[in-house]
């Protein structure tokens, strides 16, 4: 496609550059499905669920390892997975008018029916 680049003061062309696209799919659909009062946040929402551990937990698990060895910090990080993955699947049983997970498998069954939040 063709662009006007800006090269610096006074130099500006119009030359042949790639084609736009969507780096990273989830943060569409993220933007997408999100109320519009919240569009313009929900991105550093994203940012702080998946990334938001790592200043808080890197210190404290390098404490552990220098205290007690890197197998305890391991084994920290192995104790908080089971824990979040317990807790998200504790979230996901008594979520409202869920009343439990189920697991449909196959091709032949029903696709179960879609939630809407309150």
């Not at 696209?21 to 919240?38: L, R």
Request: proline share 10%.
């Amino acid at each position: 496609m063709r662009a006007v680049v800006f090269h610096g003061p006074y130099q500006v062309s119009v030359e042949t550059v790639p084609d736009p696209g969507i780096e990273d799919p989830g943060d569409a659909i993220v933007q997408v499905e999100a109320g519009p009062a919240m569009r313009g946040r929900v991105l550093a929402l994203q940012a702080m669920v998946f990334l938001g551990s790592t200043p808080i937990g890197g210190p404290i698990v390098g404490l552990v390892c220098d205290g007690f060895g890197a197998r305890a910090g391991v084994a920290l990080g192995g104790v908080a997975t089971v824990a979040a993955a317990g807790y998200g699947f504790w979230a996901l049983r008594h979520l409202p008018g869920r009343g439990g997970v189920t697991t449909y498998v196959g091709i032949d069954t029903p696709m179960p029916p879609r939630v809407s939040a309150p």
